[in-house]
T-cell receptor, first 113, second 113 residues
Framework: EAGVVQSPRYKIIEKKQPVAFWCNPI?????LYWYLQNLGQGPELLIR????????DSQLPKDRFSAERLKGVDSTLKIQPAELGDSAVYLC???????????FGPGTRLTVL | GQQLNQSPQSMFIQEGEDVSMNCTSS?????WLWYKQDPGEGPVLLIA?????ELTSNGRLTAQFGITRKDSFLNISASIPSDVGIYFC?????????????FGTGTRLTIIP
């Protein structure tokens, strides 16, 4: 069974440019998470989806970050415009509805110049 | 956002040595988890703990859920080269459901030849 798929794996952009990350969760997993991992730190939740509904987006900086999961399967996280401080790894995770282990993807490493 | 306190921050050991690390929080968690993250990959779950005082093993790994519910410990016996990586604790407020994980700051394990 395929794990959580993320693309791209690496992205380098200049500040003020837009960027988007894509995540395809494990088949059958209704819950999808986006985490931000700064260098030398543990991941921190940005947003959690139950199917297509964002049920926890309290940590998402809504002035520049947006996310969608239109059909309740794959998801896109967008930053517009990117700032230098956005350089980090963006991790996607998924789990079965109702609880259970969160499985993480390999992440997208973003570098903003 | 909140990050749990992990110690030590890094460890340099010889192959075959035992390893101990811990994680503390200022607030109570009802689920404690231990993850390992290799370079360029997402965290992978090692052990999950659901009850205060619980002691759980997974091969050479043993983890304990502190009785105050504010801490947890991970031990690795007879370390081998593939144990190298970053170990993260994570807490979850509930015993069920898909709420967010609060991660620790990580312990980096290095094996000296």
């Amino acid at each position: 069974e395929a794990g959580v798929v993320q693309s791209p794996r690496y992205k380098i952009i200049e500040k003020k440019q837009p960027v988007a990350f894509w995540c395809n969760p494990i088949s059958g997993h209704n819950t999808l998470y986006w985490y931000l991992q700064n260098l030398g730190q543990g991941p921190e939740l940005l947003i959690r989806y139950e199917n297509e509904e964002a049920v926890d987006d309290s940590q998402l900086p809504k002035d520049r970050f947006s996310a969608e999961r239109l059909k309740g399967v794959d998801s896109t996280l967008k930053i517009q415009p990117a700032e230098l401080g956005d350089s980090a790894v963006y991790l996607c995770a998924s789990s079965q509805q109702g609880g259970g282990e969160q499985f993480f993807g390999p992440g997208t490493r973003l570098t903003v110049l | 956002g909140q990050q749990l306190n992990q110690s030590p921050q890094s460890m340099f050991i010889q192959e075959g040595e035992d390893v101990s690390m811990n994680c503390t929080s200022s607030s109570i968690f009802n689920t404690w988890l231990w993850y390992k993250q290799d370079p360029g990959e997402g965290p992978v779950l090692l052990i999950a703990l659901y009850k205060a005082g619980e002691l759980t093993s997974n091969g050479r790994l043993t983890a304990q859920f502190g009785i105050t519910r504010k801490d947890s410990f991970l031990n690795i016996s007879a370390s081998i080269p593939s144990d190298v990586g970053i170990y993260f604790c994570a807490g979850q407020k509930s015993n069920f459901g898909n709420e967010k994980l609060t991660f620790g700051t990580g312990t980096r394990l290095t094996i000296i030849p």
